[in-house]
């Protein structure tokens, strides 16, 4: 993790609200009524981050991940698409981490990683999703890019669109 930047901002919430989408898109035949929120959860992120810079507010974006949450949990701990669900919801929970984190991080990667992933293991404990999920991370790969690893390898068993990041 790192000190947050205007490009990373925009990519975390273009990775995750794309995610939420792409999940929307797949319940929109079966449960439309879940699939409708969960849209626009998913463009809220983007159009939350799309131009955010340094400097600016992070309670706007804090606000559009918190509303992708209440989204989330209207999917059934049941559903095929839960698996996805989880893996959402633990991104979101590590993007506001960061964002939450950022005066006391130093810099120092792997403690201020110790520190984002304890604060996130706070957040939204009262959701269905909290603890269902474990973004596995590899040495020397992103945060990013474990999120999209992990999102497609269960998207691949449901048939959901991949994410790219």
């Given at each position: 993790m790192c000190k947050v930047t205007a490009n990373q901002i925009q990519a975390d919430g273009k990775a995750v609200g794309t995610a939420?989408?792409?999940?929307?898109?797949?319940?929109?035949?079966?449960?439309?009524?879940?699939?409708?929120?969960l849209k626009e959860a998913g463009d809220g992120i983007i159009a939350a981050t799309?131009?955010?810079?340094?400097?600016?507010?992070?309670?706007?974006?804090?606000?559009?991940?918190?509303?992708?949450i209440v989204a989330l949990n209207l999917i059934p701990v049941t559903s095929p698409f839960a698996?996805?669900?989880?893996?959402?919801?633990?991104?979101?929970?590590?993007?506001?981490?960061?964002s939450q984190t950022q005066p006391?991080?130093?810099?120092?990667?792997?403690?201020?990683?110790?520190?984002?992933?304890?604060?996130?293991?706070?957040?939204n404990t009262q959701s269905q999703w909290a603890g269902k999920a474990n973004i596995s991370h590899h040495f020397m790969e992103s945060p990013r890019k474990a999120f999209e690893r992990n999102f497609n390898t269960e998207a691949d068993k449901v048939g959901v669109e991949h994410v790219t990041v």
């Open positions: 939420l989408d792409n999940i929307a898109a797949a319940l929109q035949a079966t449960d439309p009524a879940t699939a409708a929120p799309a131009n955010w810079q340094e400097g600016s507010p992070l309670a706007i974006i804090e606000d559009a991940e918190q509303a992708a698996g996805l669900a989880a893996i959402a919801f633990t991104a979101i929970n590590l993007l506001i981490a960061n006391q991080q130093t810099g120092n990667v792997i403690a201020d990683a110790h520190m984002m992933i304890s604060k996130a293991q706070t957040l």
